[in-house]
């Protein structure tokens, strides 16, 4: 792991990544929603299906897409979204801004690849100074003082999601959030001296899929999630 794989808790904004971003805009055009959808609907979604190695149900005209452990069916060319029946409880393609614009552009520029099995810190990716200072304070140390001190809910949580533990920290899970591309939480616990901690950690296959505001905003998406989640999974 990185030097800087243990980042340390600081008091964080109100605003999401997303608004600081810009991000329902296009980083260089500047342009709304509408512009992804306009590009979603002139796609071939045949095209989009072998890319990413997806189903396309050609009949009914929808995708059938994993995101964060459930299976939604996205319709083309209009972008509604569904989710198939799970135990899940909360279904943020069907509710999260955020969520459904990053998807609309994975669907759109996005690449089935797999990682060599090595992770990397979000400093670590080709453009890892871009945003740095955004995910850091709204996706590190957010996760560190949502559940720094609540280790037992975050355990129940991720197991909730049936994400897999891993070896880091006090406590780490992995989840995908789409086909092959796979996150870590690492999360180490407060105590008297020392404050909570933590890091995310990418599979290396991101930069063939996402630029640097995606997953700043992907950081954010998956641990605001985890507060609906919860409701679910802590009674």
Request: net charge negative; glycine share 6%; proline share 5%.
């Amino acid at each position: 792991m990185s030097s800087d794989a243990k980042t340390t808790l600081d008091p964080t904004e109100n605003e999401s990544v997303g608004d600081k971003l810009g991000y329902e805009k296009d980083s260089k055009e500047r342009l709304p929603w509408e512009h992804y959808l306009s590009q979603y609907r002139d796609a071939d979604p045949k095209e989009i299906a072998t890319r990413l190695g997806i189903s396309y149900n050609e009949a009914e005209k929808y995708f059938a897409l994993k995101f964060l452990g459930t299976v939604y069916q996205i319709s083309w060319p209009d972008f509604e979204v569904s989710h198939e029946e799970d135990d899940m409880g909360f279904y943020p393609l069907e509710t999260m801004v955020y969520a459904r614009t990053l998807t609309i552009r994975f669907l759109l520029n996005g690449a089935c690849a797999q990682g060599t099995g090595k992770f990397k810190t979000y400093r670590e990716m080709p453009w890892g100074e871009v945003y740095l200072r955004q995910f850091d304070g709204r996706c590190i140390k957010r996760l560190a003082f949502s559940y720094g001190n609540r280790i037992k809910d975050f355990q129940t949580i991720m197991e909730h999601m049936h994400c897999i533990p891993v070896k880091h920290g006090d406590i780490a899970y992995q989840l995908e959030i789409f086909p092959g591309y796979l996150v870590q939480m690492i999360l180490w616990e407060g105590d008297e001296e020392f404050p909570p901690s933590s890091q995310i950690l990418f599979s290396d296959n991101f930069p063939i899929s996402f630029q640097a505001e995606d997953m700043a905003v992907m950081g954010d998406v998956i641990i605001g999630s985890l507060k609906s989640y919860a409701k679910v999974a802590i009674c």
